[in-house]
């Protein structure tokens, strides 16, 4: 069965870091592209950052740019998110997700982990 696992999330002031590690239950996603999207309450889930995972690429959106970083270990299975300067507008589940291309959209992701709760107080 196909799992993607996130931990990592937590309480933190502003300012401050956390890292996020999502780990995924098979290789499968070798030709995948991992995204990390996020869903403050009463809002829209919304991209945050993906990585094609045999490639390396990166993709951020506009707002998280130079503050965070998506990275992955092919050896570990897992990719990560470290977020830097964090806001208390980054308040939210955020979630981990594989899609066979790369994409903003949430729908275009085919397999999602549980989500892990990110609070940064102000």
């Known amino acids: 069965q196909v799992q993607l696992v996130e931990s990592g999330g937590g309480l933190v002031q502003a300012g401050g870091s956390l890292r996020l590690s999502c780990a995924a239950s098979?290789?499968?996603?070798?030709?995948?592209?991992m995204g990390w999207f996020r869903q403050a309450p009463g809002k829209e889930r919304e991209f945050v950052a993906a990585?094609?995972?045999?490639?390396?690429?990166?993709y951020y959106r506009e707002s998280v740019k130079g503050r965070f970083t998506v990275s992955r270990d092919n050896a570990k299975n897992t990719v990560y998110l470290q977020m830097n300067s964090l806001k208390p507008e980054d308040t939210a589940v955020y979630y981990c997700?594989?899609?066979?291309?790369?994409?903003?959209?949430?729908?275009?992701?085919?397999?999602w982990g549980q989500g892990t709760q990110v609070t940064v107080s102000s």
């Open positions: 997700a594989a899609a066979r291309r790369a994409s903003f959209i949430s729908s275009s992701y085919d397999y």
């Open positions: 990585i094609s995972w045999s490639l390396g690429n990166t």
């Open positions: 098979v290789r499968t996603f070798s030709n995948y592209y």
